[in-house]
Nanobody
């Protein structure tokens, strides 16, 4: 069983920064893809950023230039550095991992950006 545990959410003013972290644990093979999704109230869950094992990244247009995703393959962790936060970034952020053909999710961490 694989578990993903997120940390780092909270309340921040617009223009501020937060760093989210996610650690994977349990019985697993190599993690192919890790990423962050978010879901705002009344909206569908959307991809924020993803990173391959080799370090290739993909970002939602809305966060390009503001967010940076990184991972540590040896520690099975992924982080999301969020700068210049906007009120529209308010959402529950979920860590995601793809291991072979199985997808795993964290429990989510709330990020609230006040104007």
């Amino acid at each position: 069983q694989v578990q993903l545990v997120e940390s780092g959410g909270g309340l921040v003013q617009a223009g501020g920064s937060l760093r989210l972290s996610c650690a994977a644990s349990g019985s697993m093979f190599r993690i192919n893809l890790m990423g962050w999704y978010r879901q705002a109230p009344g909206k569908q869950r959307e991809l924020v950023a993803a990173i391959t094992r080799g370090g290739s990244t993909n970002y939602a247009d809305s966060v390009k230039g503001r967010f940076t995703i990184s991972r540590d393959n040896a520690k099975n962790t992924v982080s999301l550095q969020m700068n210049s936060l906007k009120p529209e970034d308010t959402a529950v952020y979920y860590c995601n991992a793809l291991i072979v053909l199985n997808e795993y999710w964290g429990q989510g961490t709330q990020v609230t950006v006040s104007s």
